[in-house]
């Protein structure tokens, strides 16, 4: 799941002198902690976890001199890096540990370069465009690893399935999100979702979070193919329930057609 950053920048931390990096490090978490997103319906890992790290890691990357777009590129070098561990190492218990740490840290500087748009004032389309383009290429070609992995290993075809399906899922959801919002956007319709605690909750199977962590498993092909099978019929439910959502709200009030 992917949480579509804001780019609104906030009044940047006062300085009236050059500020060493630890000067500059305070300033952007005190202009942070007065400046964070609302977390309504969010997934419980990404609002209380990941978030609150890449406030941090925003942090550090101000301090030092750090554009949105180095965030954004760090991020895809530690999936990628993930991925390439996936794809070249037989699974085992390092293997594992080392894939879900990286995936995780290419999650947490994911949820960075927002924060340190709105650090620097610097929040842009372009900033918007290239961060949904690295997670449009990085949430497919995970799955595309996990297929490769599983043939790998000599599983059966109904396995080699799951990640398929697990794909077209994903990169559904993520469209069905962003174009549900522009649609809505520009036709001047409420967009917003139910929203609290309980629902940050009950999404938890659905949190990209979630999701990095359950390789800590795949040192154990039987129990990593049971959960991440489980996480599809789970994402595939919630995919169905929010789309439909969606579709009916954008029903309410049809685009404007030019003549």
Partial sequence: MTVIKAAAAFPAPASTAPSSRA??????????????????????????????????????????????????????VFSAAAIALLLAVPPSAATAAGIAVLLAVGYLLDSADGQVARLQGTGSPAGEWLDH???????????????????????????????????????????????????????????????GIRKSLLLIPTDTGTFCWIFLLWGVPPVFVAVYTVMLVMNAGHSAVSMRRKYQKLHRRPLAVAN
């Fill in 133 to 195: 383009v690295v997670d449009a290429i990085r949430t497919p070609t995970i799955h595309m690893a996990v297929l490769i992995g599983f043939w790998s290993m000599g599983q059966p075809a109904w396995v080699l399935a799951v990640p398929l399906v697990y794909c077209i899922v994903s990169v559904a959801q993520f469209m069905s999100q962003i174009l549900a919002e522009q649609l809505a956007r520009s036709a001047k319709i409420d967009s917003s979702e139910p929203s």
């Fill in 23 to 76: 000067e500059r490090y305070r300033d952007a978490m005190a202009g942070l902690g007065r400046a964070q997103k609302p977390g309504h319906g969010v997934p419980a890992y990404t609002r209380w976890v990941n978030r609150r790290l890449g406030r941090y890691a925003a942090a550090v990357g101000y301090a030092l001199g750090w554009t949105p777009n180095m965030v954004t590129a760090a991020s895809a």
